[in-house]
């Protein structure tokens, strides 16, 4: 019999994707996702009770919450009440219902905030140096689940990622935005030239399938109250795969930075390790960045032929 799983902001990126994956034709998947019926609102209480009404979840995936930093630096306050008081008002409902299974909060590699070049890779015991309103309500979410960990009868799991990419992202992350161009290009939609930001900073992406397989592990295999990086371990320059893209979809392009998209880059290099999470669940990144960067071309051709 499967166990029932909750997955909270299946609207977004990565819940399109989980959906599509726990509703393919995976007969390993020992996992039902639930479909709430209507929305809820993590900062309302009553909807959420209403929610765990309908459905008695096995296990919760955590990923709903306000993820976009300029917009965390315009409206903290409602950045931290959704990802910190958001959570507590989900553990909360939880508890109410009589919830005693796994709970796998999905934070982020932001949380490490500026990062020594000598800290590199990043492992899960650097202490935490949030740069931006987003981070903080991370980190303190974090700190929040921890604390659920020591003192209720569950299994709460706390996940990193670093940068992830796929088919479906929005176009204010770098990689989707360049592809984007890219195609349009291609299509002779604009002129050969991409407007682009900072794009010689280094980053470790990883694809969304990659992420997805490592949260169903940790739901199955992580350890209570602790923290797993998810990422390639691969550290590589934004304008190396701008280039590849261009590369890949047939088209030379001349690269102008827009000082509009100039924001002050204080990490230079990003690389995680993801050491921990492959000894304790046997994760191994499958996709190779290629592969990747195909189906977020092929992604945004069909867009903009709609």
């Known amino acids: 019999m499967r166990k029932k799983l909750l997955v909270t902001g299946l609207s977004g990126f990565v819940g399109q994707h989980l959906q599509r994956v726990l509703g393919g034709a995976r007969p390993a998947l020992d996992w039902q996702l639930l479909q709430p019926e209507g929305s809820y609102d993590l900062l309302d209480s009553a909807a959420l009770n209403r929610m765990l009404e309908q459905h008695q979840p096995d296990a919760v995936i955590h990923l709903a919450g306000q993820t976009f ?46 990062v020594a ?57 770098v990689i989707a935005n360049m592809a984007k161009q890219i ?18 900073v280094t980053r ?19 350890r209570n109250g602790e923290v797993y990086n998810v990422c390639s371990g691969q550290e590589r320059r934004v304008r190396d795969l701008i280039s590849e893209m261009a590369e890949l979809a047939g088209v030379e392009v001349e690269l102008l930075q827009d000082p509009a998209r100039m924001r002050r880059s ?9 050491e921990k999470l492959q000894k304790e669940t046997g994760w191994t990144p499958g996709v190779n960045i290629t592969e990747t960067l195909c189906r977020v071309l092929s992604d945004w051709e069909e867009r903009e032929r709609q």
Request: charged share 20%; glycine share 8%.
């Open 69 to 114: 930093v300029p917009e965390a630096f315009r409206d903290p306050a409602h950045t931290l009440q959704v990802n910190l008081l958001g959570t507590l008002n989900l553990l909360q409902a939880l508890k109410r219902r009589g919830f005693s299974g796994t709970f796998l909060y999905v934070s982020s590699g932001d949380v490490y905030g500026q």
């Open 117 to 173: 070049e000598t800290d590199l890779p990043v492992v899960e015991t650097l202490a935490p140096q949030p740069r931006n309103p987003y981070a903080v309500s991370k980190v303190s979410a974090e700190l929040l689940c921890r604390q659920w960990s020591y003192t209720e009868p569950w299994r709460i799991i706390v996940a990193r990622p670093f940068n992830h990419i796929g088919a479906g992202q929005g176009e204010s992350f």
């Open 183 to 200: 195609v349009r290009v291609r299509q002779g939609l604009q002129p050969p030239r991409l407007e682009v930001g900072d794009i010689d």
């Open 204 to 222: 470790d992406f990883l694809d969304v399938q990659d992420v997805i397989e490592a949260y169903l592990l940790l739901l199955e295999k992580g």
């Open 266 to 274: 204080e990490q230079r290099r990003v690389v995680g390790s993801s």
